[in-house]
């Protein structure tokens, strides 16, 4: 079975430029997570899908981050524009439906650097 | 304000020795708690979980505890193997939220 797949799995780009960052789940699974680590630091959360809805999104740094995720499959997170702190990799992950401690299978993650 | 703290950016240990990683957290809400595994150009991977019932989850040469009174966890690894090199970064949520987590603390095991 293909896992979290992420693409591209770097990106360089000048400040002020868009870029869109892709991920696609495990097949079948419902729940789709955005997290961001920035150097040396935590991963954080940015949000989670359940299906095509945004569950929460309470960890979106700005509106400069738009995600969607259409039909409930693969998700996209553009930044536009782009600022220095954009920087970082970003991780996707998706986890199987329902309410339960459903383990999150992460991707490999886009390398982000802004320029 | 990190909720998920990992003091330690880095340890290195023996091969065939103990390895130990530390966690702390400060939302007592926390209830579920896990550890990932990472390597470079990797994502992280899930490698052992406790929830708040319990005070040790043991899988194979990893074992989890967890300190309820003292809001503490530690990752042991026995015994330390080259191939556990990695980042570990522990990770805490609270009921069905999603996960916090720490900065994360690269281990190295050398021959």
């Known amino acids: 079975e293909a896992g979290v797949t992420q693409f591209p799995s770097h990106s360089v780009i000048e400040k002020g430029q868009t870029v869109t960052l892709r991920c696609d789940p495990i097949s079948g699974h419902d729940n789709l997570y955005w997290y961001r680590r920035v150097m040396g630091k935590e991963i954080k959360f940015l949000l989670h899908f359940v299906k095509e809805s945004k569950q929460d999104e309470s960890g979106m740094p700005n509106n400069r981050f738009l995600a969607e995720r259409t039909g409930g499959t693969y998700s996209t997170l553009k930044v536009q524009p782009a600022e220095l702190e954009d920087s970082g990799v970003y991780f996707c992950?998706?986890?199987?439906?329902?309410?339960?401690?459903?383990?999150?299978?992460f991707g490999p993650g886009t390398r982000l650097t802004v320029l | 304000d990190q909720q998920v703290k990992q003091n330690s950016p880095s340890l290195s240990v023996q091969e065939g020795r103990i390895s130990i990683l530390n966690c702390d957290y400060t939302?007592?809400?926390?209830?579920?708690f896990l550890w990932y595994k990472k390597y470079p150009a990797e994502g992280p991977t899930f490698l052992i979980s406790?929830?708040?019932?319990?005070d040790k989850n043991e899988d194979g040469r990893f074992t989890v505890f967890l300190n309820k009174s003292a809001k503490h966890l530690s990752l042991h690894i026995v015994p330390s193997q080259p191939g556990d090199s990695a980042v570990y970064f522990c990770?805490?949520?609270?009921?069905?939220?999603?996960?916090?987590f720490g900065k994360g603390t690269m281990l190295l095991v050398s021959p």
């Open positions: 939302n007592s809400m926390f209830d579920y």
């Open positions: 406790i929830s708040s019932i319990k």
């Open positions: 992950a998706s986890s199987q439906g329902g309410r339960s401690y459903n383990e999150q299978f």
């Open positions: 990770a805490a949520r609270a009921g069905y939220s999603t996960l916090t």
